[in-house]
Nanobody
Framework: QVQLVESGGGLVQAGGSLRRSCAAS????????MAWLRQAPGKERDFVAA????????GYVDSVKGRFTISRDNARNMVYLQMNSLKPEDTAVYYC?????????????????WGPGTQVTVSS
């Protein structure tokens, strides 16, 4: 069983930055793909970014490429999302997520474990 807990959400002005952190438990953390998903009001939960559990490869949704960066520290069981140049359309509840496989994939439904989520609000 994997447990995930996010931190680092909040309110920021457009153009600003936030860093999200996620603490994971579970002995196989290092071999699992880790991801960030988000859900805006009235919308489905969408894929944002992911990092593989074996070769360090990453994947991003087009709307955040060049602005967001996912990273992980396997020694500390942590995963991070650095969000720069934030836009009002980035406003959502952000979830840390994982799947019991190492490879990166984009569908949010592929990630079977999620944290409780924290709100990120970007004001214009």
């Amino acid at each position: 069983q994997v447990q995930l807990v996010e931190s680092g959400g909040g309110l920021v002005q457009a153009g600003g930055s936030l860093r999200r952190s996620c603490a994971a438990s579970g002995r196989t953390f290092s071999s699992y793909a880790m991801a960030w998903l988000r859900q805006a009001p009235g919308k489905e939960r969408d894929f944002v970014a992911a990092m593989s559990g074996n070769d360090g490869s990453t994947g991003y949704v087009d709307s955040v490429k060049g602005r967001f960066t996912i990273s992980r520290d396997n020694a500390r069981n942590m995963v991070y999302l650095q969000m720069n140049s934030l836009k009002p359309e980035d406003t959502a509840v952000y979830y840390c997520a994982t799947r019991p496989r190492p490879g990166v994939t984009h569908p949010a439904s592929a990630y079977t474990y999620w944290g409780p989520g924290t709100q990120v609000t970007v004001s214009s």
